[in-house]
Each structure stands twice: as C-alpha cells, then as structure tokens.
Nanobody, 117 residues
Framework: QVQVEESGGGSVQVGGSLRLSCAAS????????IAWYRQAPGKQPEFVAGILSRGIINYADSVKGRFTLSRGDTKNTVSLQMNNLGSDDTGVYYC???????????WGQGTQVTVSS
C-alpha cells in the first residue's frame, strides 16, 4: 500500500512564501507522476503543478512564474515552492501520485494553505 504525506502548509500574508513537500512511501516503485492539486472553499479541485517521471514539469497558468516544483533528494518526493502568494492561492493542497499501468493514483490527506491580507 502506498501512503502519500504532505507537509509544509500554513498561514502567510499576501506576498509571502510557503514550501510544500510530498512524500510517497516505499522505494519499490517509481512514481509515474507526482502532482499537486488544490481546492479552495466552495470551488472544484484544480491542478496546480506536476512532474512526470521523465522530468517534464507542468504548471497551471495561475501559478506560472510564482510556483516551482522540484524533485526531492529522496525517491518519490517533491517540493513545491510557492512565492508571491495571493488570496486566491488559499485552499487545501493535495498531493497525487500516479503509479503503474493501468495507472493507480494515491492521494494524501491534504495540507491547508491560508493567505490573508
């Protein structure tokens, strides 16, 4: 069983920064992709950023230039550096890990990010 754990959420003021981390337990697999999604209050979940196993990184237009996704030092870990945060970035951030074919995805419990003015 794969477990996904997020960390690094918190509260910041507009313009501040946070760094989120995601770790998928187990070294017996290599994730095909690891991605971040977020859900703001009253809204549908949306894709934020993701990295494929071959290193291709994609960002939502709303975070390009402000967020940076990178692989961690440990296998199946990533970090999301979030700069110049705005109130629209408030929400619960979830890490999604995709493994195998057909793909199976695993989700973390989520970490809250609150940006206040």
């Amino acid at each position: 069983q794969v477990q996904v754990e997020e960390s690094g959420g918190g509260s910041v003021q507009v313009g501040g920064s946070l760094r989120l981390s995601c770790a998928a337990s187990g070294s017996w697999f290599s994730a095909d992709s690891i991605a971040w999604y977020r859900q703001a209050p009253g809204k549908q979940p949306e894709f934020v950023a993701g990295i494929l196993s071959r290193g291709i990184i994609n960002y939502a237009d709303s975070v390009k230039g402000r967020f940076t996704l990178s692989r961690g030092d440990t296998k199946n870990t990533v970090s999301l550096q979030m700069n110049n945060l705005g109130s629209d970035d408030t929400g619960v951030y979830y890490c999604n890990v995709l493994i195998g074919f057909p793909p199976t995805d695993y989700w973390g419990q989520g970490t809250q990010v609150t940006v206040s003015s």
